[in-house]
């Protein structure tokens, strides 16, 4: 059984940095798409940035430049490094895992406040 466990969240003010850090279990991570994805207040979640098993990465634009994924094969790890960041910003962040076979799983969630 998979299981994602995220932490890193907080309160931050507006221009500040925060790391999140998801860890992964019982699945072959090194083969599979990992993901954040966010979902603030009363909408939906969207994805924040993805990262394949050989490192590619992709952000959404209002992240570009701000926000940085990466992946530690060897330790089942994926974080997200957030600078710069907006009231906007302001969300439950979920670590996403996505299986070979299309399977997803989901983190419980890791809020994150910046006051402006």
């Known amino acids: 059984q998979v299981q994602l466990v995220e932490s890193g969240g907080g309160l931050v003010q507006a221009g500040g940095s925060l790391r999140l850090s998801c860890a992964a279990s019982g699945s072959s991570f090194t083969l599979n798409l990992m993901g954040w994805a966010r979902q603030a207040p009363g909408k939906q979640r969207d994805l924040v940035a993805t990262?394949?098993?050989?490192?590619?990465?992709n952000y959404r634009d209002s992240v570009k430049g701000r926000f940085t994924i990466s992946r530690d094969n060897a330790k089942k790890m994926l974080y997200l490094q957030m600078n710069s960041l907006k009231p906007e910003d302001t969300a439950v962040y979920y670590c996403?895992?996505?299986?070979?076979?299309?399977?997803?799983?989901w983190g419980k969630g890791t809020l994150v406040t910046v006051s402006s």
């Open positions: 996403k895992l996505t299986t070979r076979d299309g399977i997803v799983y």
């Open positions: 990262i394949t098993s050989g490192g590619t990465t």
